[in-house]
């Protein structure tokens, strides 16, 4: 069974009800907090999508924040003939922004970050690895 949207719990004249995906970090805790023009709701990075109620005739400011130290912080100004469906993405690396737009139009921040500290990870493992078997050599 389908729960209803978050409601608004603002002053308002008519309202609309937006989907917002949830694509969350890579590094991420169990929870975040989505913010519709400044209330917060808690929710868990595993929910996939919500439902939000939000005004129909001005712009809202949404955001989503991780509660830990790997936020993955991102805001959108939704304008009142702007899309029903958002999407939130994610960073690849926790020191990278998240994103939030239109579903399919974005790219997940921090991959080259993360791919370039994962093969000075793989080097410095086999640089050990080499030392390792030059002094075991030695030894022998």
Do not use: N
């Amino acid at each position: 069974m389908e729960s209803g949207p978050i409601p608004y719990r603002l002053e308002h004249g008519p309202l609309r009800v937006i989907t917002l995906h949830v694509r969350p970090p890579h590094v991420r805790e169990s929870s975040a907090t989505v913010g519709v023009d400044g209330m917060q709701h808690p929710i868990p990075w595993d929910i996939g999508s919500l439902r939000l109620e939000v005004p129909a005739d001005r712009p809202v400011s949404l955001s989503i924040v991780g509660t830990g130290r790997y936020a993955g912080a991102a805001t959108y100004v939704l304008e009142p003939d702007g899309p029903d469906e958002l999407e939130y993405l994610g960073p690849a690396h926790p020191s990278q922004a998240g994103l939030i737009g239109v579903p399919g139009t974005m790219t997940r921040q921090g991959k080259g970050l993360q791919a370039g500290l994962l093969v000075a990870l793989a080097i410095a493992c086999l640089v050990f690895l080499g030392i390792m078997i030059l002094f075991a050599s030695w030894l022998i």
